[in-house]
């Protein structure tokens, strides 16, 4: 038998270069490509944020806000100080940086008028980094919500290190307080790349309340102009969107509220759909699997199939 090897053998002589002299006008076409009108090229612009530093921004973030969880450093009081001042210091280094490019990059592409980027950029760092005793408070709380809200659940460290909802509700609490200081591009970088790692979508801009529980999760999809209540269970597959959208020169011509509001203790069970800036579920509902909901619900309603195909609500504590 023939060993095919020797058919193919690795060592033939070939003109390499014969191919390598194509490639100048292939690279020609490429260049010519980027610069038509009708594509996207970031060329002659200010440099963009580094989408790689801001993911380490999340995981110095997250080590940060969860002390000896995620690090390689083994924790003690006597070395807790030193520990957390060099992630904060290397943090403040990273953000400051990555601000000062968003603000410029936003500065330049839409003829802004000059705000003195870099020290508008140390400025936001070190307001954000201010915020993260409130950020720790919160995401206990939401800890506390998967240990109360999951009856799997075993102790705080199994979700700390591997809910998928609670790490999607840190990098939403973390993009929404850049959000608020009007910081352009990291919010939603952050909250896609969580969307990529957990299949969780939360848009930075949505407000949502206190003890958040987030089950399973994939699937999720939470609109910018969302607000939550506290207290709300959310299950996999829901999305809390809005009603179909035209748009003009970019710009929306409906109304700024474009989704929906979920009042406080409510259950939103997998795969229901609730759509419209107008629409409110009540405080103390719970709306079913696989629901369809472009209108309000009254407090204390159980919402069905069933029930929205009678539109009739069911009474979720009579008296």
Not at 82 to 107: A, N, P
């Amino acid at each position: 038998m023939v060993d095919k090897r020797d058919k193919c053998p690795d060592d033939i002589p070939v003109n390499k270069s014969r191919h390598m002299n194509k490639l100048p006008e292939l690279i020609n076409n490429i260049v010519l490509s980027c610069t038509e009108e009708d594509t996207y090229a970031h060329i002659d612009l200010a440099m963009i944020p580094s989408r790689n530093k801001i993911i380490e921004s999340l995981e110095l973030l997250r080590d940060i806000i969860f002390p000896g969880y995620f690090g390689n450093q083994e924790l003690f009081s006597c070395n807790l100080q030193y520990h957390l001042g060099e992630e904060v210091t290397s943090l403040f280094q990273i953000m400051s940086k990555q601000i000062y490019r968003s603000i410029k990059h936003d500065c330049l592409r839409y003829d802004r008028e000059c705000v003195n980027c870099v020290e508008e950029g140390l400025k936001i760092a070190l307001t954000f980094i201010s915020k993260l005793p409130v950020l720790q408070k919160l995401l206990s709380d939401d800890v506390r919500a998967a240990l109360n809200g999951d009856p799997a659940a075993k102790s705080p460290d199994e979700i700390i290190f591997a809910y998928p909802g609670l790490y999607a509700i840190m990098v939403y609490r973390i993009a929404h307080q850049l959000y608020l200081l009007d910081v352009p591009l990291i919010p939603r970088i952050m909250t896609e790349y969580a969307h990529s790692v957990t299949g969780i979508d939360i848009h930075p801009g949505a407000t949502i309340g206190n003890y958040l529980f987030i089950d399973h999760g994939t699937g999720i999809v939470i609109g910018e102009t969302t607000v939550i209540g506290n207290r709300v269970k959310i299950y996999q597959g829901v999305t809390l969107g809005a009603l179909s959208i035209k748009k003009s020169n970019h710009k929306s011509e409906l109304p700024g509220k474009r989704h929906p509001t979920i009042e406080d203790d409510v259950i939103l069970y997998s795969n229901c759909t609730i759509l419209g800036g107008e629409t409110t579920i009540g405080t103390n509902s719970v709306i079913g699997g696989n629901v369809w909901v472009t209108e309000s619900v009254p407090p204390e309603s159980i919402v069905t199939t069933e029930s929205t195909s009678k539109r009739k609500y069911k009474t979720r504590n009579p008296k």
